[in-house]
Each structure stands twice: as C-alpha cells, then as structure tokens.
Nanobody
C-alpha cells in the first residue's frame, strides 16, 4: 500500500504561483511513477504532470507546459508541482496519484494504483 497526502492548495490571484506537495509513504517506491491530475467541477480528471521516483522521466502536459514544473525529493518521498502564471482555468482539485505500471509520458487516471484525497486550487481573476 502507498499513502499519498497532498498539500499546498489555496486561493491565489491570476498570475500568481503555488507549489503543491505530495508526500508518499508505505511500500518501497522504486519504479513508481507519481503524477498530478486535476479535476474541475463537471469535468473529467485531467493529467497534468508525471515523474518517476528518483526524479527522472519528468513529463508535463502541453496544456500547462511552460508554466508548471514537476520535481521530486527522493529523500523525502515527496513530489512537487510548481505552478506559475496561474489562470482562472487552472481552478480545480489537484490529485496526486501513484502507479507501478507505467511508462514515461502522459498517464491515464485509470492507470493509477493509489490516490491522495486532493487539494483545492482556486485562481481568482
């Protein structure tokens, strides 16, 4: 089992920045891919970014490329999502997921083995 706990969400004005954190615990995370997804009201869960434990194979969705960056701290078993130049359309609940069966690149939510409870990001105009 893997437990995931997200933090760092909140209310921010358009153009501002936030850094989300996802702390993982439980089984060993070797060969684990961790990813960020987001889900706005009435919409499907959308892939945002992924990274392999150890910090390799980082991938960011085209919709946020250039504004969002994913990184990891192996020693803390924590993955970060740095979000800059935020827009109102970035408003969503952001979820952290983990999977042991993935390849580098965009991930399907159905591929995730574990999920956190999510953290709300609200961007005001």
């Amino acid at each position: 089992q893997v437990q995931l706990v997200e933090s760092g969400g909140g209310l921010v004005q358009a153009g501002g920045s936030l850094r989300l954190s996802c702390a993982a615990s439980g089984r060993a995370l070797s060969n684990c891919f961790m990813a960020w997804f987001r889900q706005a009201p009435g919409k499907d869960r959308e892939f945002v970014a992924s990274i392999k434990h150890g910090g390799t194979n980082a991938y960011v969705a085209n919709s946020v490329k250039g504004r969002f960056t994913i990184s990891g701290d192996n020693a803390k078993n924590t993955v970060y999502l740095q979000m800059n130049s935020l827009k109102p359309e970035d408003t969503a609940v952001y979820y952290c997921g983990a999977t042991f069966s993935a390849i580098p690149g965009p991930l399907n939510p159905r591929a995730m083995n574990y999920w956190g409870k999510g953290t709300l990001v609200t961007v005001s105009s």
